[in-house]
T-cell receptor
Framework: GDSVTQMEGPVTLSEEAFLTINCTYT??????LFWYVQYPGEGLQLLLK?????DKGSNKGFEATYRKETTSFHLEKGSVQVSDSAVYFC????????????FGGGTRLMVKP | DAGVIQSPRHEVTEMGQEVTLRCKPI?????LFWYRQTMMRGLELLIY????????DSGMPEDRFSAKMPNASFSTLKIQPSEPRDSAVYFC????????????FGPGTRLTVT
């Protein structure tokens, strides 16, 4: 079945540091890929998405590129802020399986001033 | 728009009691999802409705769990009887259409069963 694997956290960075959170997936066909963010005490929010190979999703300074050859969708940000502290979830939607999302385990990011 | 509304936000109950979690999706959305989040198992999809009809309930852990969607603006997730291992955060999410990308999540209900 479909699966998503993320790097385990927590990831602790200083403000303005470069962020990479790794995500790889296993799926049949050509899934759509997503990053969701969960701030403390809140539900998940869509951060960015990519629907086909080589697409780059971007939002709020975060980027991720859909790499079919390596089945990866790594999240990056050039300069993190304290307000980016949250849990980040990588997810896929198998276009052959309706609207259900398969989530990775989540990676907690802590940014220190 | 108020977003997805869930109640209660926190629930503490004793083992064996019935628990009912409630969700109001975003107006106009016709797909609704119930998820459970735990440290051990991460985020799991429990059940998915489209146009008020359950489409996939394969994630429902056992017969103690049941979900209903009597109309487009309301859904419940019931656990009877509850057990300590049901302690988790339960999220409801909604979206428009079967093949849309974004699910909008509610703030979740933190359930503690003692």
């Amino acid at each position: 079945g479909d699966s998503v694997t993320q790097m385990e956290g927590p990831v602790t960075l200083s403000e303005e540091a470069f962020l990479t959170i790794n995500c790889t997936y296993t799926a049949t066909g050509y899934p759509s890929l997503f990053w969701y963010v969960q701030y403390p005490g809140e539900g998940l929010q869509l951060l960015l998405k990519a629907t086909k190979a080589d697409d780059k999703g971007s939002n709020k300074g975060f980027e991720a590129t859909y790499r079919k050859e390596t089945t990866s969708f790594h999240l990056e940000k050039g300069s993190v802020q304290v307000s980016d502290s949250a849990v980040y979830f990588c997810a896929l939607r198998n276009n052959n399986a309706g609207n259900m999302l398969t989530f990775g385990g989540g990676t907690r990011l802590m940014v220190k001033p | 728009d108020a977003g997805v509304i869930q109640s209660p936000r926190h629930e503490v109950t004793e083992m064996g009691q019935e628990v009912t979690l409630r969700c109001k999706p975003i107006s106009g959305h016709n797909s609704l999802f119930w998820y459970r989040q735990t440290m051990m198992r991460g985020l799991e999809l429990l059940i998915y409705f489209n146009n008020n009809v359950p489409i996939d309930d394969s994630g429902m852990p056992e017969d103690r769990f049941s979900a209903k969607m009597p109309n487009a603006s309301f859904s419940t997730l019931k656990i009877q009887p509850s057990e300590p291992r049901d302690s988790a955060v339960y999220f409801c999410a909604s979206s428009w259409g079967i093949r849309t990308y974004e699910q909008y999540f509610g703030p979740g209900t933190r359930l503690t069963v003692t």
